[in-house]
């Protein structure tokens, strides 16, 4: 016997749910076992076992073929997988899909399968079109997909922050895109969920297929989640970048490069904006700052406009002692449990040798942003 019992990870779970979909699917289209003529098959046990030692996708149970597979799965050494497989695949169905107690064998459509598949693999993650809509945060099944889009659930929250977005942008006199609408009665049902109807309405399709056609009444999911523009709109993920110049999505918490946090990596390539923000208050023509830390604490030593050097000093006439302090602040949180090869490799931080201190940067703003 073995002293650990092997990870089952929810892409191999979702993976072994969905083989356990196709096998009753099998069973209904080839009207094998126990089919009752509307879509369901019978699933017990033997599915499971069936689906950990690897077989394929068949209708009938060949009871040879599962020893040869059992066998196999022995020597190959993985044995102990495969029980972990069938022991997962067990409970979640009874948990899942439970009439009395553990009594879950019984007809099952396969497409209700699969709808537990997609769930145990969502992630939580946050979404976005392009830099037109977003981002948001949402739970997306990563297997979902649509010509490469993601499918993403919403919940109710984040459809009003999705719709009142969408609003905006249909101010534009050439706005004739898809629009969403929270029809909201403010008041809650006998089960206490809010009394809402979320609306999807296609107006480029109007002038040719009618008002009927073209609104759709998107309902809540057994958790409560909205697809909006799931298989219709080109979703994807939204991306964080990391100082060592990697990409991950959103739901990637930790650099696949250098081993960064997303957090910690996110504050460091904010910062220049950040501090440009807080100093164009009182300078609106600034464009860099000198930092020095040192022993721990930040400081801002110079402020440029250009080449030209910007007075900081107290009795001066552009910058006071709380806006520099909150510039100071601010970095030194930004800066805390984060090395020097770290500030060197982030882009807009650049390193300047200095016979007093071994660590002075330049840190350059990015451009000021306009409406």
């Not at 037109?132 to 990563?142: H, M």
């Not at 969408?166 to 898809?178: G, L, M, T, Y």
Request: proline share 5%; hydrophobic share 35%; aromatic share 8%.
């Amino acid at each position: 016997m073995t002293g650990t019992c092997p990870d089952i990870t929810p892409q191999d779970l979702g993976r072994a749910l969905e083989h356990v979909a196709r096998i009753l699917q099998a069973r209904v289209d080839g009207s094998g076992l126990f089919p009752d003529g509307n879509g369901a098959a019978y699933l017990d046990r033997r599915v499971c076992f069936h689906v950990a030692a690897g077989l394929t996708s068949t209708a009938r149970f060949d009871r040879n073929a599962f020893v040869k597979a059992w066998r196999a799965a022995r020597e190959r050494g993985d044995l102990d997988y495969r029980k972990a497989l069938y022991r997962k695949l067990c409970t979640v169905l009874a948990a899942e899909l439970a009439d009395d107690c553990d009594r879950w064998e019984g007809l099952r459509e396969p497409a209700v399968i699969r709808r537990l598949a997609s769930r145990v693999r969502s992630i939580h993650t946050r979404v976005c079109i392009g830099g037109s809509l977003g981002p948001f945060d949402a739970v997306v099944d990563p297997a979902d997909r649509w010509h490469g889009s993601v499918s993403p659930r919403f919940t109710l929250d984040t459809v009003r922050e999705l719709a009142a977005e969408i609003q905006r942008q249909a101010e534009h006199p050439k706005f004739v895109d898809d629009t969403v609408h929270v029809l909201d009665r403010g008041r809650t049902d006998r089960d206490g969920r809010p009394m809402v109807i979320v609306l999807k309405v296609s107006w480029q399709h109007l002038d040719e297929d009618g008002p009927d056609e073209c609104t759709e009444i998107v309902a809540p999911d057994e958790e409560g989640r909205y697809s909006i523009g799931a298989w219709q709109w080109s979703w994807s993920f939204v991306t964080w970048c990391c100082p060592c110049d990697t990409t991950q999505d959103w739901h990637v918490t930790e650099c696949e490069g250098c081993g960064m946090d997303r957090d910690k990596a996110d504050r460091l390539m904010e910062s220049g904006r950040r501090v440009g923000e807080i100093l164009r208050r009182l300078a609106p023509e600034a464009t860099s700052a000198v930092i020095d830390i040192h022993e721990g604490l930040v400081h801002i030593i110079q402020v440029y406009a250009g080449d030209e050097e910007i007075d900081t000093a107290d009795d001066g006439d552009v910058f006071d002692t709380e806006t520099l302090g909150a510039a100071d602040n601010y970095l030194q949180s930004v800066i805390e449990s984060i090395g020097p090869a770290d500030l060197a490799a982030t882009p807009g931080w650049e390193h300047i040798p200095d016979t007093r201190s071994a660590n002075v940067y330049r840190l350059t703003f990015p451009a000021a942003r306009t409406r």
